[in-house]
């Protein structure tokens, strides 16, 4: 563990899972399970990129695929996902630990909240050319 602030640390942790650690799996047929399921979501996500109407709308979904792919290549090459920012809040009597994350679960998140606040919000976003 590296202290990196009060409230953030660096640790490596191997998430052979998917987000959150969901569904961890330590067998080659789990992982390709795993990885078929994901490829057909990034396939569905870039056919939804193809069709995109707002520039909020492309970039969310850019965030979302960048993301994925981030998170495939550390797949392939190591059979898990290097996660290593942990964020925490403690006091003297309460402790709370954030899920472990990268940077690529970021882009999926920042995606995400895009996709959210377009629904949310509809019109606000540009058009795209």
């Known amino acids: 563990t590296v202290h990196v602030m009060p409230f953030v640390d660096f640790v490596l942790t191997r998430n052979t899972g998917i987000s959150y650690g969901l569904f961890q799996q330590s067998g080659p047929?789990?992982?390709w399970v795993l990885s078929g399921i994901k490829?057909?979501?990034?396939?569905?996500?870039?056919?939804?990129l193809a069709r995109?109407?707002?520039r909020l709308t492309a970039l969310s979904l850019g965030l979302i695929v960048g993301g994925a792919l981030g998170n495939a290549i550390d797949?392939?090459?190591?059979?898990?996902?290097?996660?290593?920012?942990?964020f925490h809040v403690?006091?003297?009597?309460?402790?709370f630990y954030w899920y472990v994350f990268n940077l690529a679960d970021v882009a999926?998140?920042?995606?995400?909240?895009?996709?959210?606040?377009?629904?949310?919000?509809?019109?606000?976003a540009a058009k795209a050319p």
């Open 108 to 124: 999926i998140v920042a995606g995400v909240i895009g996709l959210l606040y377009e629904s949310l919000f509809p019109g606000r």
């Open 90 to 95: 403690e006091t003297a009597s309460w402790r």
């Open 39 to 48: 490829a057909a979501a990034v396939v569905a996500l870039l056919v939804w």
């Open 75 to 86: 797949r392939l090459a190591y059979g898990w996902v290097a996660d290593f920012v942990l």
């Open 29 to 31: 047929v789990g992982q």
């Open 52 to 54: 995109a109407t707002s």
